[in-house]
């Protein structure tokens, strides 16, 4: 289930530091980029997921469009990314079309192409199939979709151009990407023309597509290569896909793999995990998301643990205000002199007792030091700024050696 971007921005962004909206932007460019590529490898086997992929994507660029709002309001200055800048340029472009022509076949079922030519307002179709030179049968001066969507203007075109992102095609597409080779199948080219001296713009693939290549597709009235049919399957292996998560356990520096069974579970999320030998309930930070059969994956499934479920409201509200106290400041004493003073300690498991190397003097000379106090404190009520304290080097074992 997703939230509405109102929602999202109440549990998600809403009285965020700068810091946290830029991450968390990062994390939603990070989401949709998996669900593209998850979209459009052809060799994934589909499974039934609510929501499916289409509307999780959908949902989650008005996640970003919120994220992206709520950082300019934050006083923060955005810098687009270059495939935001080609979208964007794309879209600019879009009232100076003057042509469009669509290729798609292959060397078996001949080729079909197809030309929209732009002017004063409206549009002309045309179509012709290859090699026998047949007039495809489309209507000249609109099209009309399955769904009863009416394209009468050169207007309503662009508006479908929009809705579909098309900016943010790639300029090829190849299976390669996800390492296998095709020979022979469909190829196609899509291209745009434009007055005012702009660049054209294309893109194409062979065996491989965007997407949303059917809802292009749909424009021209072609039979999508991406649609998946039906066949019996009775007699092929049974065949799995798992949900890869690495996730960072609070508090730690390190990341770990598990298991998600919660099929819409995004980077950046916070989820609950079983952690070591005794299995304590910990918090986590999802950081990447990867589907992997057991073959790929990247830690044996048999014994790769299992995330045990996405953080509830109220175990958010605990862990917010544990992070505040986000600091682990030490009162360390230098060895063979009393004169203390405190440190940070990054390391996870410090102890009142504790033999550590700290930076020490002006110089900031590595000596021993026995750690005499250990409080967890947020910067705000810091003995020291945290920008300004120096940090515990590391922590020694019993048996180390001095000198």
């Known amino acids: ?41 052809p060799y994934h086997k589909r499974e039934l997921v609510h929501p499916d992929e289409a509307t999780q994507l959908a949902m989650t660029r008005e996640y970003l469009a919120a994220a992206k709002k709520a950082y300019a309001d934050a006083g923060g200055q955005y810098r687009e990314g270059m495939s935001e800048y080609l979208a964007a340029k794309f879209l600019e472009k879009l009232p100076d079309l003057e042509k469009i022509t669509f290729y798609i076949g292959g060397f078996f079922g001949g080729r079909s192409i197809y030309e929209i030519e732009i002017a004063d307002g409206g549009f002309r179709l045309t179509g012709m199939h290859y090699p026998e030179e047949q007039p495809l049968p489309v209507d000249n001066r609109e099209i009309i979709l399955e769904d009863g969507t009416e394209i009468r203007t050169a207007e309503d075109l662009f508006d479908y151009f929009r809705e579909m992102h098309m900016g943010e095609w790639l300029p090829d597409y190849d299976p390669e990407r996800f390492g296998y080779s095709v020979c022979d199948g469909t190829q196609w080219e899509l291209k745009f023309e434009y007055g005012k001296g702009h660049n054209p713009w294309e893109s194409g693939g062979s065996n491989s597509y965007p997407w949303n290549f059917a809802d292009l597709c749909r424009l021209f009235g072609e039979l999508d290569p991406t649609a998946v049919f039906e066949e019996d399957e009775e007699d092929e292996p049974e065949y799995q896909e798992y949900l890869y ?134 910067e705000k009520n810091a003995p020291y700024p945290p920008e300004s304290t120096k940090r515990i080097l590391r922590k020694l074992v019993p048996d180390q050696n001095r000198g």
């Open 1 to 41: 289930m997703m939230i509405s971007p109102e929602e999202y921005y109440e549990s998600e962004l809403k009285d965020s530091t700068q810091r946290e909206l830029l991450s968390r932007i990062l994390q939603l460019q990070e989401r949709m980029i998996y669900l593209k590529n998850y979209m459009e490898n």
């Open 245 to 378: 998560c690495l996730v960072t356990p609070e508090d730690m520096n390190r990341s770990f793999h598990y298991i998600s069974e919660i099929t819409d579970i995004a980077p950046g999320e916070t989820v609950v995990i079983p952690y070591g030998a005794e299995n304590k309930e910990l918090f986590g930070t999802v950081v990447s998301i990867e589907v992997c059969d057991e073959w790929s994956a990247p830690f044996p499934v048999e014994k790769t643990k299992k995330i045990l479920r996405r953080a509830t409201d109220e175990e958010l509200r605990r862990l917010r205000e544990r992070e505040q106290e986000k600091y682990t400041y030490c009162w360390v004493e230098p060895e063979g002199n009393d004169k203390g003073n405190y440190y940070i300690s990054e390391l996870e498991d410090i102890r009142k007792g504790d033999m550590v190397m700290i930076p020490y003097g002006y110089d900031n000379r590595e000596v021993f030091g026995k750690v005499v106090s250990v409080r967890r404190t947020s």
